[in-house]
């Protein structure tokens, strides 16, 4: 593999990258990819309840505690960049600024694969419609003649990484990740999250049984891959390749 | 990669192989795989119109005739070996005999991956049945219970060649194969089939349209991998990897 | 239009024809076809209740009761031909003889169109394997190799009529008939069936509102084709027109 | 509730009930059902590999272990009755003698809701075909023409229980039980099966994730009801309510 | 039942409350609930046409008659309170505004459930722009940083109620409710509606129709509950339940 | 057929509609209709890679290239009338001012169908809103209370015209034209994309595929009717008919 690769992942509020896509990160990292986090917000209104039953808070506040929370996850799972868009949360302000924002960073960041919420989601809106951000951005950026002279982006796969509740959001994982040589590190990520202890053991549930999963589709009964923690993703493009 | 790699393909009748996965048999067998074509029957009534409007024409005659082609098609492909179960075909007879035949087959070869037809096919139901008969029969190959001492398969994918008519089948590619280095080969696989004459253009234009896919979705207009041929395939199982 | 034309409506109870596609029936009837029904049951077991709770009932005077019936409303609707295959019910025997009886009509009729039962249906599954049944016979009569000699058959519509509680089904009807020159007819053999009379206003009440999707489809709020009895049909195959 | 109320679970292979519900079983066993649970076979070939791996293991032996195992988890869930069909299995025979006796145990149990697996599963066809197999058996016990004079089947509700990969599946919950009540029993039932500790873990796992999902349906981070362990059921028919 | 009960319809234009829930709301607010209908625009220009045909007619007017059918129909039902937000038809403005208003209606309403309309809608983006709003309203209602010190929303039930064209709107019920009781009412109610006499009949059919499936459903030929009028509701999220 | 009908083409790029329904195009304009072409944009940013890469060139000279391109190959099929409202590409603008003018166009051609891309192209957002902008806009057209005194619109089917990678986008077509009669103005058409050379051969491949899907719809292997070229289309309303 070359040290030159990037990848980069668009989460619509601060934590999502560490429960869905922490072990991916951190692998490629290690295996010398540069990975470059857009954090379109801070999930400074929906997602810090536990900030905002304290006296006398503020968004400031919020923010400040959820970007330094954030900030130490990215750490910990060795990342190469983290951006915070800052476009408010509940809803996101996805409008033409943050569009040509985000395209800047994706023909800057030039990545091997992009990754970002499910197609659906009715408990937020906001994922789904960063999905579709994403979606757009990316086409945006492939164009010769949106700024002329930048380098313009080639066909990078969209994984679609793990919502919460699977099932209801209809999303589907083509592809297991392998990530127990990293996991140490995604739980020391996840652990930097204290606004959302809750959540800690239910997505080192998840880490196992995707482990489960890899080893079944990895050779079943007869004896799969030994692989204790995975990670699920669903692609959105067909992949091209010389050999099945 | 390792000489010993083994596939199977499962074709309803004599012809699909070619033109479904002509390109892949013929890649995979030159880079050292061994290659095995199970035929479930020759297409002896339902797809061999040109035989039957000849005079005095016999179904023995008809399969003759099939399995030559048949025969033919995969020396051209360079194939390790076809079998031909000969279970009649519109329909097929896919009771408990050819299942335990089948199984027997799969055990044998071991497969990394199998191939089969699409899930729907409403003009053919012998294509969908073989696909779930192709389900059923990895898994009792899977089982430590069924005939105890022969070594049980893993979990090798079922990749769903291309069916004619893809929208109305509901077959959506997930994979393009580059099959350039062997569409020469794959062409005079297709030559083969005298009988069905109408179709040799027809799976050519497919070809250099699913190199077009493949360029798209290796570079878009950003210049994609040179590609002149390809075949795609969708994946019934998720795949499991180390890196994305 | 010409004298000529045939149509084949295969419904797997001995009631079905009536309540899902009796305005077809005498449409097509009254414009010059030629439509024959197959009963491949007379719903003896599964759709006789009201026989059965009467004193002293077998299985012989249900099914003569539910032929005459049937016979009656295929009467009312002008039926060319009415065929009762008497292959039990709850569950039909869809085997080999069945099947080859089948073809056998099909390619006598010829027809060119053919109707069945939607493709899903879990509170009946004689219903939705009667569909699977229609598709497997419609292949074998186009097989040049199954009974040469034969006029083979080529490769007429099936549509699919209108089930009970269509949601639930997934069946969704792409096309609207205009039934009102035919009402009265549909409605003779509604009453025909004594059995079910509470189904008479549910399926008179069903071709009140599908004359209002005609209404609405053929002009919407500024003024669409009057009709006041409609029937709705799903495709399963592609159209070919000269003209959109 | 009355103490008369009863249900009917449908279980392939032995221990298919223990892992996708025996939470539901426990409790309403608890509540005053009388539950009935049906095995269609042992699981002895398809699900038994640790004890096939024994020196001189036989199918009747890996059968008598497994009715112990399954029997042993009955018992400490509170079944009130568990029938094993010997059906065999990978793959089950669901022919017409199948089919009469799961439609006599229907009628003699008469559930006021039924379980069985998912509509789909690419990798054990058992399951699925199980599925089909409730459906037919479920419609046919309602009819009043089979085995006139028996009481015939009133429409329960056929509940999908979780199945092994959910999202390959296509499978979606659309109720949660909460079973921490008895999450001491189901945890006993599962430890029951000695032949598949792996899966031990996994499935506790489901039940602490499938309980944060509970809270979150019922309240959200407003506070959703204190439920730490839950079951999640896909229902194949509506509901039919006096208020929402 | 608590009679603190409270409920809230979001109804893209004037009149879809009555034909889609007038029963659910008329059987509620019976039943102790206090039902809020929150209609974002008078349908005025869309569905007014009747209106239009009328000499010198004016919005004003327009609105004005609209406005007092739709509070005529409320009354007859019962109804606790109905807000007209006035945002325009054809199409909707759900902006900004929009957003804010309708959050500040769901903290003060806190309903029990929520109401609003299919999520796919070819012939009226109104009506599925309307239910993407009620998601993105829910959502931010649930967010504890917005508007801080307002109670935060829980996880109430989204209905989606029952559009015009059912099939073509990928529409499925999976709850039917007996209207039986209030029938009376939602018959006053859609009566109020002088401007689309034509939709009488159609509603009444289908609320028996819809009754006939209550019947079905809750015991089929074996005797359901007698239920003369019901109306049916698609769930966006589980339930989450101690008993099946 | 009457002189006057007409038909309305709703083009997101310049060159989208030679490629996807020039068939259509040529072969309704010569059986007598007129037919309008409204291009949204040129293309300049997304779709005119090769002119970007050369040296000197400005989003106005794009345009004018593209513009020119577009207006020979709407002459070469004969077209009625071409309009061009120059919304941006890459993303498209398509807000209030976009759909008040596209809502004046659709009045004034008062279209017999309506033609314009798949509902869903992860490629390229600007095909599937350019979809729902049509949806929207056609509802628009048909409120009595928009622009009063204007005619309003009735209810033209809107096809789907062929996406590139039609099984990626979930396209699926219903209806199959034959355009061998106008082939060569359509190939005349596309030689005009000279900024396009990659995509003649393969839109050529396609019509001749399609040819084959006709022939095959139409009578399959007993003969169907012979057709060299066709387009296929996707219907997103019913059909309201007098005969099947």
């Known amino acids: 593999m070359t040290r030159n690769k990037t990848a980069l992942v668009i989460s619509a509020h601060a934590a999502d990258f560490v429960w869905r896509c922490g072990g991916a990160i951190a692998l490629h990292q290690q295996a010398g990819y540069e990975v470059t986090i857009a954090c379109l917000s801070f999930?400074?209104?929906?997602?810090?309840?536990?900030?905002w039953k304290q006296e006398g808070?503020?968004?400031?506040?919020?923010?400040?505690?959820?970007?330094a929370e954030a900030a130490a996850a990215a750490a910990a799972l060795?990342?190469?960049d983290i951006r915070f868009l800052d476009l408010g949360d509940y809803p996101l302000d996805l409008g033409a600024d943050a569009k040509a924002r985000m395209v800047?960073?994706?023909?800057?960041?030039?990545?091997?694969?992009?990754?970002?919420?499910?197609?659906w989601d009715p408990y937020n809106t906001d994922h789904m419609n960063t999905t579709q951000f994403a979606l757009e951005c990316r086409m945006i950026a492939q164009a010769w003649g949106?700024?002329?002279g930048q380098k313009v982006l080639g066909a990078p796969q969209l994984y679609?990484?793990?919502?919460?509740q699977t099932e209801q959001m209809g999303w589907k994982p083509d592809v297991f990740l392998d990530i127990t040589p990293v996991w140490e590190k995604k739980r020391a990520a996840i652990e930097c999250m204290a606004g959302q202890e809750h959540l800690w053991?239910?997505?080192t549930n998840v880490a196992e049984n995707r482990g489960n999963h890899f080893r079944r589709n990895s050779g079943g009964q007869a004896g799969g891959r030994d692989c204790r923690y995975a990670e699920g993703f669903q692609s959105v493009f067909p992949r091209t390749v010389d050999e099945l």
């Open 43 to 51: 999930g400074e209104r929906g997602e810090s309840a536990k900030l």
């Open 57 to 67: 808070m503020t968004l400031e506040r919020v923010k400040d505690a959820r970007r």
């Open 78 to 80: 060795g990342v190469h």
């Open 104 to 119: 800047d960073i994706i023909r800057e960041v030039q990545p091997a694969w992009m990754m970002s919420h499910s197609r």
């Open 146 to 148: 949106h700024n002329p």
């Open 160 to 164: 679609l990484f793990e919502p919460h």
């Open 201 to 203: 053991s239910y997505y």
